[in-house]
């Protein structure tokens, strides 16, 4: 029998932590919570669980929370999850399915870290074992011991059918920028090679209005992918160039397709960044050498799109590119294509006004041709 422990921390949580406890209950064998100090209706919901509640103050450290928590497991597997992200299994029993693996160390699940983002690859099923523990103050991992015993015992890494969806980075999120700010600039003292931890300082700061220090971050991630021999080194590093080519776009179009072209030529299948040349390509007024690159975006179906290694908004393909495209056609002078163009953008953002006003008017005669 293979047990399942899920492993939480959580701290003022009463707005998330009921649907996250639903989404997991019936597939997990124990619930341990660590709580790190709430003061509103946070215990009162783990209790109606039939969770372990551990309390424990908060030192700064996120991955010693989590060790606690997996101090309290007692199941043969761990499936760490967030108060604020949901599992998804494809049929009820699917999380004992997938840990039925005798030869298996942990699990990738499909992790959408954002409402209206495409799903990539997260170790979030693992066997419990002494040698596994989270390391980092923030964004704390267990990859590098996980990899260590998979090769001291020779199991293996595996992708499952399993989906953990975050709800929690929607809306406001600027007092998360304020917690986490001063805890990136701890961690990259400690873990300074990790490209991720310099990406996700530079969007506190750009967040919080301190643009040339963000700058600086970036350019400190894009150093470090630098021929990188891991993949996911590489593709963290490529949020910098995203950073850095945002940064620059409205006061220094010119360097930013210096570097958006760059870029592109090291991350040639890199949505976010095809997106971000074209856009400044057409600020500087170039309009048919961005059709092939807008046309591939399009052609993407954002609801079953998949890469394991980054997660894209799916506004690249559908609202955002549509209406670059459309700028495009009327620039071309194709009134018609640029009102189909606004009308798609009009489907995935039905809310703006602005496309069905824009999509009528150039497929009226009477159009005025203007981007």
């Not at 620039?331 to 006003?357: N, T, W």
């Amino acid at each position: 029998m293979n047990c399942i422990s899920a492993v939480l921390i959580v701290r003022d949580e009463e707005a998330f932590l009921h649907d996250c406890l639903s989404s997991i209950r019936d597939e997990v064998d124990e619930i341990v919570i660590v709580d790190t100090g709430s003061v509103d209706k946070t215990r009162d919901i783990a209790a109606r669980f039939s969770t372990k509640v551990i309390e424990m103050t908060w030192t700064g450290d996120f991955a010693k929370a989590r060790n606690s928590a997996l101090d309290h497991a007692t199941g043969d597997w761990i499936l760490y999850i967030d108060a604020d992200e949901r599992l998804g299994v494809p049929k009820a029993g699917g999380l004992r399915q997938t840990v039925a693996d005798p030869g298996t160390v942990a699990f990738f699940v499909r992790f959408q870290p954002k409402t209206g983002y495409t799903p990539y690859d997260e170790i979030r099923l693992f066997r419990r074992d002494e040698r596994i523990r989270f390391k980092g103050c923030i964004h704390e991992t267990v990859h590098p011991d996980i990899n260590t015993v998979r090769r001291t015992d020779g199991l293996e890494l595996k992708r499952s059918d399993i989906a953990i969806s975050h709800v929690g980075y929607d809306g406001d999120i600027t007092h998360k920028h304020h917690r986490n700010l001063p805890l990136l600039e701890e961690a990259v003292k400690v873990d300074p090679g990790r490209a991720f931890l310099w990406v996700d300082m530079a969007k506190s700061l750009i967040a919080l209005g301190r643009a040339a220090e963000a700058e600086a971050a970036c350019e400190k991630a894009i150093a470090l992918g630098q021929n990188h021999s891991d993949p996911k080194q590489r593709i963290d590093s490529s949020v910098g160039w995203l950073q850095l080519i945002t940064l620059k776009r409205e006061t220094y179009p010119e360097d930013a397709l210096r570097l958006a072209e760059e870029a592109c030529r090291l991350y040639p299948d890199h949505k976010a960044l095809m997106l971000a040349r074209a856009g400044v390509r057409f600020a500087l007024g170039e309009a048919e050498s961005i059709l092939p690159d807008l046309r591939d975006l399009t052609s993407i179906d954002e609801e079953t799109y998949y890469d394991p290694l980054i997660a894209y908004d799916k506004r690249i393909f559908g609202e955002w590119a549509h209406v670059l495209l459309g700028g495009v056609h009327v620039r071309m002078g194709d009134r018609e294509k640029a009102a189909e163009c606004y009308r798609r953008a009009a489907e995935f953002a039905p809310d703006s006004q602005e496309y069905r006003v824009k999509a009528a008017a150039f497929a009226s005669p009477q159009a005025v041709r203007s981007a």
